[in-house]
Every structure is written in C-alpha cells, then in structure tokens.
C-alpha cells in the first residue's frame, strides 16, 4: 500500500489513539494570542473560544490545537508562564467535555506537561524538539503524541529543502528517541511557512512524497500561509480555497493529518480526495 495511505494508530497521552491512513484527519487552530496573523484577539476570551471549538468539531475537527504564542514572522515573544496562562483554562475545559482530542502548540517544555496534565493527549512542537530537548522527556513520560516539525527560521539551509527537512528531523528524531518517545508516537510536520522567505513552501509542497523514506505519518499546515497570499493575492482570512487546494496535493502525497483554520473548505476538499484514493486501494 502506498505510504501515507495505511492504517496507522499514533498513541497519545491518556490512553488516546488517533486513527490515520485511510481517511484525512482535521486539526482545528484555536489560537488564544492577541497577535496570531490571520486570528490574532479573536478567542482570547473563554466563551468565544468554547464556541469556536463546537463549530470546529461540528464541522469536522478531530483535534483541537491551542496555541498561546503566535509564531508568525516577527511576532514578540512571550515568556512561558504568559503562555500557560492562556491555554491551559482552555485544555481543562476542553478536556472536561472530553468532545475531541486535544494539542498543545508549544516548544517549551513545562508548558507541554502543564498542558498534558490538564488533559492534551498531544505535544505539538515548531521547534522538532530542537529549541528545549526536555518537551521529548515530556512526550516519553506522558505516552502523549509528538509532532516534530521542521523549522528553517534563523538556521543555515541546504540548497534542496527535502534534504534538509530529512536532516532537521532526523536530528529531532535522535532527540526523541533518546529520550524514550516511541516511533508509535511521532508525527511530522514539514514546517510550511516557518521560512525566511515565501520561496520554500512550493518545492517543499511539490516534493513532499520524499518524507515518507522517514517512516512516519505526516502532518501538513499551509493553512493560509503566506505563500498562498503571495500567489492568489487575498488576504490571510480570505486563502481558505487555496488552502484547501495545497490540503488536497498533500493528501494526494500520502499527508494525513490538516492544520487549518476553514475546516469546512478543508473537509469537502480532502471528501473528494479520499474517495479517489479509496479506489486507488480497492
């Protein structure tokens, strides 16, 4: 069976599991940051945040991911206890309600055993596990999923991105390894939009296939990236069509899991896109 299209069963933190292969799975982006670059203010308060995640799930979200430091280019830092303080009240109610699986977006590692402690089944960390090695400890005592993306910010970068993915993760994946994180626990991410420049996202998009000589489902996050402005001109609010455009090549490339905002663009787009690799399997 072609990569990317085989039942797999990553485990995650409180006996969870996720189901991947076969059909496209939808992480919905729940940014509680002032700042965030197409949603920044928007969820910071509980109540417009706990509405936001029914209609994520009500429109096909399986995994909620809460962020509370936005990562676009040139956003300010914030310290990690600012962090903690605006995700975990929402993971302890999304946990109560026990209606999804849950991600913590965060490379620090106090925040993801706060988070994993508050009831995220998920660590999903920009920095592969590269910025503060101990959220692999986190992952490894927990049993919680860990997604290791590739980040080319502030780094030297080979002339072909594939290669250098290769070689960001597989420095990550010692580091996870190391420190006890099981295979069955790995996702990737292959880091669209965490560039210097828009100029990566397209050859990255392009050769994505080459991932799989890793072993290990990927997850794909173009959601309104600035890529997508740079070709279709819209602004970030308005690129959910050409997200679902990229969704669709991934999933064609054996991605599996979505990171989007519009998970209903994202839904249909990848409806069609599984039922055509269904019948590629029968």
């Given at each position: 069976m072609k990569k990317g299209f085989e039942p797999v069963s990553p485990a995650l933190?409180?006996?969870?599991?996720?189901?991947?292969?076969?059909?496209?799975?939808?992480?919905?982006?729940?940014?509680?940051?002032?700042?965030?670059?197409?949603?920044?203010?928007?969820?910071?308060?509980?109540?417009?945040?706990?509405?936001?995640?029914?209609a994520m799930i009500a429109q096909g979200?399986?995994?909620?991911?809460?962020?509370?430091?936005?990562?676009?280019?040139?956003?300010?830092?914030?310290?990690?206890?600012?962090?903690?303080?605006?995700?975990?009240?929402?993971?302890?109610?999304?946990?109560?309600?026990?209606?999804?699986?849950i991600?913590?977006?965060?490379?620090?590692?106090?925040?993801?055993?706060?988070?994993?402690?508050?009831g995220a089944h998920i660590v999903n960390d920009i920095w592969g596990c590269q910025r503060e090695p101990d959220i692999a400890g986190v992952a490894a005592d927990t049993g919680a999923g860990l997604i290791i993306m590739n980040n080319r910010r502030d780094r030297s970068v080979m002339d072909d991105l594939l290669d250098d993915a290769i070689a960001f993760f597989e420095k990550s994946l010692v580091i996870a390894t190391n420190a006890g994180v099981k295979e069955s626990q790995i996702i990737l991410d292959p880091g669209f939009g965490f560039s210097d420049t828009t100029d990566d996202d397209l050859p990255l998009l392009g050769g994505l296939e080459r991932l799989h000589e890793l072993g290990y489902p990927l997850l794909?996050?173009?959601?309104?990236?600035?890529?997508?402005?740079?070709?279709?001109?819209?602004?970030?609010?308005?690129?959910?069509?050409?997200t679902a455009a990229t969704s669709v090549v991934a999933r064609m490339k054996g991605a599996t899991v979505f990171r989007v905002h519009d998970i209903a663009h994202n839904r249909d787009a990848l409806a069609v896109a599984d039922a055509l690799i269904e019948q590629g399997l029968k």
């Open positions: 933190a409180h006996g969870a599991y996720l189901s991947l292969g076969p059909k496209s799975v939808l992480m919905g982006i729940l940014n509680v940051t002032p700042d965030s670059f197409s949603d920044g203010g928007k969820f910071i308060d509980a109540e417009q945040a706990a509405t936001h995640v029914k979200a399986s995994i909620i991911d809460v962020g509370g430091e936005s990562t676009r280019p040139g956003a300010d830092p914030v310290d990690g206890e600012t962090e903690r303080a605006r995700v975990l009240p929402i993971i302890e109610a999304l946990a109560r309600n026990r209606e999804t699986l991600s913590v977006d965060t490379y620090r590692a106090k925040t993801a055993a706060a988070a994993v402690e508050a794909v996050g173009t959601s309104r990236k600035r890529f997508l402005g740079k070709i279709t001109g819209r602004d970030p609010s308005e690129r959910g069509v050409a």
